[in-house]
């Protein structure tokens, strides 16, 4: 029997792991014998990385439907040439970030209209949505820990703690309306920890 695909995305605010889990997970599912792929956005293909360049390039001075529609570009071109193919052929794709953060931070943080992104978001996707969604969750007064050992900075990182607080919060209202797809994890813990309670969760999926 051919083996379906399943399509997981891990989101939250910046610092929480999600490429360690990411890498984790990916190892898991290995073991099972699954063909994974890991991607992210924006990136994950040479157009979308290209775009990547651009949106998040701190000297521009982008306005709110730029930046999105930016980030959609990406998205479409990522599903339908990585994304939509891998699933095509029964693998896991594991991608770090995808809609969810379009509607945090373009659409709650610069406040667009979240009924009008999701729409956008399944017009870019041609309506591929995440089977399960990760939610990697912890305050970011913790959590800026993390990025400051890790040492890179982007230019959402460079906005502050009142900034992440928003999207901590704009992420757990996403959760509340969406429950049995996004699954919201507690980051804070050792990553191991984190890893077998995602393990937990999943099994409902795998
Ligand atoms: P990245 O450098 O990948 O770092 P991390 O995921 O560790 O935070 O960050 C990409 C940035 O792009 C991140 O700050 C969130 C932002 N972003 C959006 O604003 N909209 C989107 O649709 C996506 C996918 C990302």
Do not use: H
């Given at each position: 029997m051919k083996k379906q695909g399943l399509f997981i995305t891990l989101e939250g605010p910046d610092g929480g792991g999600k490429t360690t889990q990411a890498q984790q997970l990916a190892r898991w599912f290995r073991l099972y014998g699954r063909e994974v792929l890991i991607t992210r956005e924006p990136g994950g293909t040479p157009t979308a990385e290209n775009i990547r360049e651009l949106v998040l390039d701190p000297a521009l001075d982008l306005s709110a439907e730029t930046e999105t529609l930016l980030q959609l570009a990406a998205r479409a071109d990522h599903v339908a040439q990585a994304i939509r193919p891998a699933l095509?052929?029964?693998?896991?794709?594991?991608?770090?970030?995808?809609?969810?953060?379009?509607l945090v931070?373009?659409?709650?943080?610069?406040?667009?209209?979240?009924?009008?992104?999701?729409?956008?978001?399944?017009?870019?996707?041609?309506?591929?949505?995440?089977?399960?969604t990760l939610l990697l969750d912890g305050?970011?007064?913790?959590?800026?820990?993390?990025?400051e050992d890790r040492g890179t900075v982007d230019k959402f990182?460079?906005?502050?703690?009142?900034?992440?607080?928003?999207?901590?919060?704009?992420?757990?209202q996403l959760a509340q309306e969406e429950p049995d797809r996004i699954l919201v994890v507690d980051a804070l813990r050792e990553p191991e920890v984190v890893t077998e309670e995602i393990i937990r969760k999943l099994e409902k999926w795998v």
């Open positions: 095509e052929a029964g693998q896991v794709v594991l991608c770090d970030r995808f809609s969810d953060s379009t931070y373009q659409g709650i943080l610069r406040n667009m209209d979240l009924a009008q992104l999701r729409k956008l978001n399944d017009f870019a996707t041609r309506g591929l949505r995440p089977d399960v305050d970011p007064r913790e959590l800026v820990k993390r990025r990182e460079l906005q502050g703690l009142e900034f992440q607080d928003r999207i901590r919060g704009g992420y757990l």
